[in-house]
């Protein structure tokens, strides 16, 4: 359908649209034109990605004179190829009803693992080694070889794709990582370097959260994207730990003990290259002193890698002169790898400011701040000297300089500690010492800066007010939608006590106690044999998941259990999980029923959709904190409370609420379906936890369902179940408030400007 | 039925199996139905049930199910691949209101009834006085039964099938019956009360079943319903009896060559 939004013609792929939509693609609109950043909290399965795309595309045809770009970030590949998937729908209705005028280019873009074609590069088991495969076949000096002496190997598609030229262009349509890899194979050139050229010419662009807040890897691909471009975080509401992990690093004994193995290498190297092509050497000698850190303009292969800290923060300076020769700068990093070695040798734990970290780096091994600013730099332009292809090798030297380059540069919002053992197991040494970044606000700068509007968005963002102080910026527009529904199909629980009125938690002192436990294996006993096909269990921890069926086995609740329905459970392996899944899945639509154990940190809680029978019903036992006890978390504590006046206790519950948040939101993916969400733990009944939830979920707690004991709950979820087995009607036309509205519902809505009294 | 007892878990497959057992041997021109009454939620079977799920639709048995605790997904498949209806009783009148809608037969669906020639007896009613050894009990009895047409034994009761020549015996009212059940009338249009219709489209001002006037108060043209095939119109009283009791529009009927060849 079609409809206008002010002065926007929107093209809606679909014949019909939920009111919540429309008010989402509202304010979005404003948000444009205001040519600001905005904050949107839209609930699981109402169609926001399509909202989303529809919008942006039809604003950008109705502006011709100001071509907008849309780069639009997900968190996992799967995400990728269904945003994908909707913009093709969308892309050949705008065609249909606008003619050839309205042809976008739109592209994914992902990792070397996900794109090559090359059967012999893709055949290496991970990653690291894909791009160390690609590297060895296509770096610039291995290609300048190859040119005399035919019998190196060197990639086909990417010695066509160079032929080629400037003719290697992707006509206009919608590429899927599929799409680009079939073309890739028809054509002959490799779609990977063909997708990264592109991006540039495209008009959506869509890829993952690293591409533009990690800078190791933004400095690469982002760099050049222009300004006029509309940036959308999707499920963004862990941006923040997203942002924080991209600037931190972590040294071990097995780094250090690697990085000693590189330096050798490269000492080797060294040698041999000065025996045999001493000019080289010389070569990137002059450079450094004229001033050029880096090569300039280097060709696309060989840029692997750019600076981990932020663009603005890389000092354009010359590089100082105690390391531009090869042999000094690999001295420098032996008496650096020496000293961090002496400080993971502690007893006690550490925590230290990055200031003091650099002075006492002065003191004890003699390099300054200056220097270490220019390690990775440094680094770089010497693999690249030596002509080094195998990258995987080398990582841990790189994690060293990305290290130092990172605590030379930043002196506030980091932390660097060192832990001797890990403290759930204090017997084994496992020395570590973490450079940790607390301020997110850091990695997200240069992207709000930069880019014309930011919209961030997710089914709980919840409490809407704290990302804007937690990311450092100001929204134009913070709203937060509910579900318009016909019937209530979402019915949360909070029960706080068993059937023998024993309040139940999996606080820290009340987890060992024997009554606790049993209750939480009488609920699930008394729900499995209540509630069809399939329910979903998160646990707050792995360990707490171990100890609590190890529990129930004992006391023999388990088999019980495992009469009514089928028991599986995550594991930390990916493999095992994913088998585990695909059996669930069989045995709920077999008629077997089946339970799911999961932790609600874990991979299953961040992708994985329960929809329809697949999730009947979700528990949540207890209330999933981090780990308290952590230094890292402390630290990160500290300095919110220090820089933002965020009180510790306000943030925790902040966080584990959002996380129990996004568990539960995985049973609801479409308006038709229905589901059922308990929230075990007597915790969650006390105002401040419960008002953290998204309002969509808040809506549907009626007072009736706080408070319950396990039998109060049993006599809910059996009526809920009943009533929603009934045949009922989707646009809820009959009972006069509409949740589907068709085009003449919708101009009706507009001219009586219902919109705002409905939200 | 005192003597039934079960143990163990529900099993769904099993159930279907059996029923496609008892159910193949009908002739293909029978309808073939079950109705599940289903209280478990969850159903432990020995072998793959969508198999057996595909082999009841190609048996062409239409298989329905009304669940007495929740919607269970399987139930809801398998009701939607044979064609049948799912429902979940609230309550004990509920479950009374859902079993009682499946008694009457639901309407034929065209691919399957292919038309067929049926070899059946009419059986003729015996004399009060006749004396005869009746098939079904296996003892004397003196007269109230039919005598089979072609081996001329006694049947106590019709429709049935005869125990020694296997004739089909049914009555006439009884094959009417079902015939109004397989192929129902269709629903009759509204028509709308503007006055330009009575003066166009030679609106008669009589309903054609009850010959009473359609015109209320004041000549105004009161609510009325017109059939789509022989355009004949009739009061709404007249259109409940011809759909409830009377399976039969006598507009068409009273139509010596009639268009209307077939309902079907």
């Known amino acids: ?759 | 039925m005192g003597k039934l007892e079960c143990s163990g878990d529900a099993s769904l497959q099993n159930a279907l199996e059996l029923v496609l057992g008892y159910l193949n041997q009908i002739p293909s021109y029978g309808h073939r139905e079950v109705l599940i009454l289903y209280s478990a939620l969850s159903t432990c079977d020995p072998g793959d049930l969508m198999e057996t799920i595909q082999k009841c639709k190609k048996s062409k048995i239409r298989c329905s199910v009304i669940g007495l605790a929740a919607e269970m997904f399987i139930c809801k498949h398998l009701s939607q691949e044979t064609g049948g209806t799912y429902a979940v009783a609230l309550d004990e009148s509920h479950l009374k209101e859902l079993v009682l809608e499946h008694a009457p037969p639901p309407p034929a669906i065209a691919e399957y009834a292919t038309a067929n020639l049926i070899k059946m007896g009419f059986p003729q009613r015996a004399a009060e006085s006749a004396v005869a050894i009746c098939t079904c009990h296996e003892e004397a009895r003196i007269g109230g039964g039919y005598t089979c047409p072609r081996c001329k034994v006694r049947v106590c009761e019709l429709p049935t099938e005869c125990r020694i020549c296997g004739l089909t015996l049914i009555s006439s009212p009884h094959l009417a019956r079902s015939y109004h059940h397989l192929f129902p009338i269709v629903p009759f249009d509204e028509v709308s009360q503007t006055p330009q219709n009575v003066s166009s489209h030679g609106f008669s001002s009589d309903c054609f079943g009850c010959q009473q006037s359609l015109l209320s108060q004041g000549n105004k043209p009161g609510l009325s319903v017109t059939c789509p095939k022989c355009k004949q119109h009739f009061c709404l009283d007249c259109d409940i009896y011809i759909h409830e009791s009377l399976h039969n529009c006598p507009g068409c009927e009273s139509f010596r060559h009639s268009n209307s060849t077939a309902t079907r």
């Open chain 1, 1 to 759: 359908m079609k409809f206008q939004i002010e002065d926007v013609t929107v093209y809606f792929p679909y014949d019909n649209i939920y009111p919540e939509q429309y008010a989402y693609m509202l304010e979005l609109k404003r948000a444009l034109d205001a040519k600001g950043h905005c904050l949107l909290e839209m609930p699981t399965g109402t169609g926001k990605t399509i909202a989303l795309l529809s919008l942006i595309t039809s604003y950008v045809l109705s502006k011709p004179h100001a071509p907008l770009k849309l780069l639009y970030c997900t968190r996992t590949v799967h995400e990728m190829e269904k945003t994908l998937a909707e913009l093709k729908l969308l892309h050949e209705y705008q065609i249909r009803h606008l003619g050839p005028a309205a042809k976008i280019l739109a592209l994914g873009l992902s990792s070397r693992k996900n794109l090559c074609v090359n059967p012999r590069v893709l055949a290496a088991e991970n990653r690291d080694s894909v791009d160390a495969g690609c590297r060895k076949l296509t770096a610039s000096w291995v290609r300048a070889l190859a040119a005399e002496n035919p019998s190196v190997r060197t990639c086909e598609f990417f010695e066509q794709y160079e032929r080629a030229g400037s003719a290697a262009v992707l006509p206009p349509g919608v590429y899927t990582l599929q799409d680009l890899r079939i073309f890739g194979k028809e054509k002959g050139w490799c779609p990977y370097y063909l997708a990264r050229h592109m991006v540039q010419f495209a008009n959506v662009v869509v890829y993952s959260y690293q591409y533009l807040l990690d800078p190791k890897v933004a400095g690469i691909i982002s760099k050049e994207m222009q300004k006029e471009s509309v940036v959308v975080f999707d499920e963004a509401h862990n941006i923040d730990n997203v942002c924080i992990e991209a600037l931190s690093v972590s040294v071990r004994r097995q780094t250090i003990e690697g990085a000693r193995r590189n330096l050798h290498r490269m000492s080797q190297e060294i040698d041999k290259f000065k025996a045999t092509d001493a000019g080289r050497l010389r070569a990137e000698y002059n450079r450094l002193v004229e001033g050029l850190a880096l090569r300039g303009d280097l060709p696309a292969t060989d840029a692997w890698l750019a600076n981990p800290a932020l663009p603005d923060d890389i000092l354009k300076e010359a590089v100082p002169g105690n390391i531009r020769r090869a042999e000094h700068f690999l001295q420098v990093l032996r008496r650096l790898v020496q000293y961090l070695e002496g400080r993971l040798d502690t007893e006690n734990v550490e925590k230290e400011g990055p200031v003091a970290f650099v002075t006492s780096i002065l003191n004890h091994a003699g390099i300054d701040q200056k220097t270490l600013k220019f390690c990775f730099d440094r680094l770089h332009s010497l693999m690249m000297t030596l002509e080094i292809t195998d990258t995987d090798e080398f990582l841990h030297i790189q994690t060293i300089c990305d290290f130092a380059t990172l605590v030379g540069t930043y002196a506030r919002g980091f932390s660097i500690i060192i832990e001797p053992f890990d403290e759930r197991m204090p017997h084994i040494p496992d020395p570590v010492l973490q450079l940790c970044c607390h301020d997110a606000s850091l990695a997200i700068r240069p992207v709000f800066e930069r880019f014309q509007s930011v919209v961030i968005t997710s089914g709980t963002l919840s409490p809407i007010d704290l990302y804007p102080r937690l990311l450092n910026f100001n929204p134009v527009v913070s709203r937060s939608f509910t579900m318009s529904l016909t019937r209530d199909c979402i019915c949360p629980m909070v029960l706080t006590r068993g059937s023998d009125q024993l309040p139940v938690s999996t606080k820290f002192d009340m987890r060992s106690d024997l009554g606790v436990v049993r209750n939480y294996g009488r609920l699930l006993l008394e729900m499995a044999s209540v509630v069809p096909d399939g329910i979903v269990c998160f646990f707050v921890s792995y360990s707490y998941m171990d100890g609590i069926v190890n529990t129930w086995n004992e006391t023999g609740i388990l088999k019980e259990i495992m009469q009514h329905k089928l028991v599986f459970i995550e594991t930390q392996d990916v493999v095992e999980t994913t088998l585990a899944l695909d059996n669930y899945r069989k045995a709920c639509d077999c008629g077997r029923g089946a339970i799911f154990f999961s932790v609600a940190r874990g991979k299953v809680a961040e992708g994985i959709d329960f929809d329809r029978h697949y999730g009947r019903l979700v528990i949540m036992f207890g209330v999933p904190f981090q780990y308290t006890l952590s230094k890292i978390l402390l630290a990160r504590l500290e300095y919110l409370r220090d820089t933002f006046q965020i009180k510790e206790g306000d943030f925790l519950t902040f966080d584990a609420l959002r996380q129990a948040a996004q568990c539960v939101g995985r049973v609801i993916r479409s308006k038709a379906d229905y589901g059922m969400m308990i929230f075990a733990d007597k915790r969650y009944s006390r105002h401040d936890k419960r008002s953290k939830l998204p309002s969509w979920i808040l809506s549907h707690l009626h007072d009736a369902h706080l408070n319950l004991s396990t039998d109060m709950a049993l006599h809910t979820a059996r009526e809920f179940l009943r009533k929603m087995a009934q045949p009922y009607d989707k646009t809820g036309g009959s009972t006069g408030r509409k949740t589907l509205l068709s085009q003449e519902d919708l101009e009706k809505m507009v001219e009586g400007s219902l919109v705002d009294s409905l939200f």
